[in-house]
């Protein structure tokens, strides 16, 4: 299946890739990665290590070619929530993001604000209508409720698309709500999110991300605000994905 074809929204460079990875290349691949990463990918089953090995290495490649670095030679810092960004001591003001699903890694580069991305593969076996109740706010559970039984299934992974790129852009996890905010409502899907407790000039972009047949993928993004690193604490403790 062939990907999409790169693309830039706004600035944003978008870019997907295959991730699974021939056997021969396998030994070759984790070479490129530090001792940390190599550790944290032991404990997987082989065919997630597989999967999770050629995101990390695909990324890698991408930033070493924006950075003019040697791969391996790429440091990261993380957000209290596991977020990575590229580490300061590389000058850089590039910011990125990751998702995977299946055979398809996405990729999302800018440079400055914060970034997410997220990918996820369609699937009969999902109860859809269960998980919407979970995560979605009363007024966007109520614009499910009225889509065609045939439409619910796409229209939950798109709106689930969404709500992960932005909670992964401001980099707080599940530790906010998905209910907290709406991405979606009766007049359609919103471009600009407002999130609980934030000023009004801190919205968070939306965007639909053209994705390989079976699956959906979505962006978001917060433009850069004064002293938004200084708030959040960062460790070097957890891998990067």
Known sequence: MKPPDERRVDGIEVQWLRVSAPVEEIGAML???????RQWLSHMIPEARVRRLAARVALRRLLSRRLGLPADALRFQFGPWGKP???????????????????????????????????EMVTDTTDHDMLAEQIL?????????????????????????RKEAVLK?????????????????????????????????????????????????????????????AKSPLSSHHPIY
């Open 137 to 161: 706010s009363p007024c966007e559970l109520s614009w499910y409720r009225k889509l065609p039984v045939c439409e619910r299934r796409l229209g939950f992974y798109r709106a689930w698309v």
């Open 169 to 229: 852009a401001v980099g707080l996890g599940l530790s906010l709500e998905p209910q907290s905010f709406e991405v979606s409502g009766d007049s359609g899907w919103h471009r600009l999110i407002s999130l609980p407790g934030a000023s009004g000039d801190d919205l968070v972009e939306v965007h639909a991300v053209e994705a390989p047949t079976g699956y959906v993928a979505a962006f978001a993004r917060r433009p850069a605000v004064a002293g938004d690193r």
């Open 31 to 37: 070479a490129q990665l530090p001792a940390i990463e």
């Open 85 to 119: 960004s590229i580490h300061p001591l590389h000058g850089s003001r590039i910011v990125f993001n990751v998702s995977h699903a299946g055979d398809w890694v996405l990729i999302a580069l800018g440079d400055a604000g914060d970034l997410g991305v997220d990918v």
